[in-house]
């Protein structure tokens, strides 16, 4: 079976392997390369929904980010995340 990537990180924008078995049981890997990326999606996901920074912020700061990787992130993510944490 070939594990050429496939698919690209929703997050971070890096392209990765994702078999159709993880689709159908809707895994973080339909969406993301990692688990911690996939977190990140989900926070971004609802701050997108609700709008309520200060959760998302909250949300973000017990995952540890913006951490170490930020400047892998897609840059459209970055803005959002930049925007979480600037606004009050
Ligand atoms: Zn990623």
Same mark, same amino acid.
């Given at each position: ?8 990180? +929703? ?17 973080? +890997? ?59």
């Amino acid at each position: 079976m070939s594990r050429e990537p496939n698919t690209w990180c +929703r997050v971070c924008g890096a392209a990765y392997f994702h078999c159709t078995d993880c689709e159908r049981v809707r895994s973080w +890997r339909t969406v993301c390369d990692t688990p911690a990326h996939f977190q990140l999606f989900l926070i971004l996901h609802e701050y997108r929904e609700a709008g309520d920074a200060s959760a998302a912020r909250a949300a973000l700061d017990h995952i540890g980010f913006p951490g170490a990787d930020f400047s892998v992130l897609l840059p459209e993510i970055q803005q959002i995340i930049n925007e979480i944490i600037k606004e009050k």
